[in-house]
Every structure is written in structure tokens, then in C-alpha cells.
Nanobody, 126 residues
Framework: QVQLVESGGGSVQAGDSLRLSCGAS????????VAWFRQAPGKEREFVAA????????YYGDSVKGRFTISGDNGKNPVYLQMDVLRPEDTARYYC???????????????????WGQGTQVTVSS
């Protein structure tokens, strides 16, 4: 497993932007899938964005397409999540996850990842 640490959360107004960062204890996560998930109170954890194991092609959940951008170099350490045009429904705790056995078709499945950070809180007010 890999230790992951998220940072960059905070409280903002609707329409604002935030950038989250995910840093890992390993020097490189080149052969890992790295993803962002989020969980709001009383809701299930939701897939946000990811890089597959094989590269840095981004994958996004439907609710964030066009507003959020995952970025990072080939080492995938750190990995960023740029969040623009934030909405109150984006309020959640955001988690970084990594796994070296995640197949591309399973990127959105939280159970496919074996390393998780503690999360960082994002609160968007209207």
C-alpha cells in the first residue's frame, strides 16, 4: 500500500475554484491508477476523476465533466484536481486513491483501490 495525503480543501462560494493535491509516499505512481472520489454526508462515495495505470488519459464522473480537471505528470505524484465553477452540490470530503491492479474498466469502482488518503473537506456555499 501507499500512503496518500490530500490538501487544498476549503470553504468557497458557488462559482469559485479550488485545486486539490494528492501526494504519495512512493516517489512515483507511474504504474498505478490514481483517482479522486468524494463523499457527502449521508451519501455513497462517488467517483470524480482518475488516471489509469497505463498513462495520464483522464477519466471523469458525469457530474464533474467540463468543470473539473485531473492533472499530473507521468509519475502521478503529485496528482491535482482543479475544480472550477463549484456548486453547493460539490460539497463533500474528497479522497485520493491509488491502486496498481486497477483495470481501466474498473476505474470508477472504489473497491478496486487499495490505498486511500484521509480526505480533504470542500464546502461550497450558495
Amino acid at each position: 500500500q501507499v500512503q496518500l495525503v490530500e490538501s487544498g480543501g476549503g470553504s468557497v462560494q458557488a462559482g469559485d475554484s479550488l485545486r486539490l493535491s494528492c501526494g504519495a509516499s512512493r516517489r512515483s505512481l507511474r504504474d498505478y491508477a490514481v483517482a479522486w472520489f468524494r463523499q457527502a454526508p449521508g451519501k455513497e462515495r462517488e467517483f470524480v476523476a482518475a488516471f489509469s495505470r497505463t498513462g495520464t488519459t483522464p477519466y471523469y464522473g458525469d457530474s464533474v465533466k467540463g468543470r473539473f480537471t485531473i492533472s499530473g505528470d507521468n509519475g502521478k505524484n503529485p496528482v491535482y484536481l482543479q475544480m472550477d465553477v463549484l456548486r453547493p452540490e460539490d460539497t463533500a470530503r474528497y479522497y485520493c486513491a491509488a491502486g496498481n491492479r486497477v483495470i481501466t474498466s474498473n476505474l470508477m469502482n472504489q473497491n478496486a483501490y487499495d490505498s486511500w488518503g484521509q480526505g480533504t473537506q470542500v464546502t461550497v456555499s450558495s
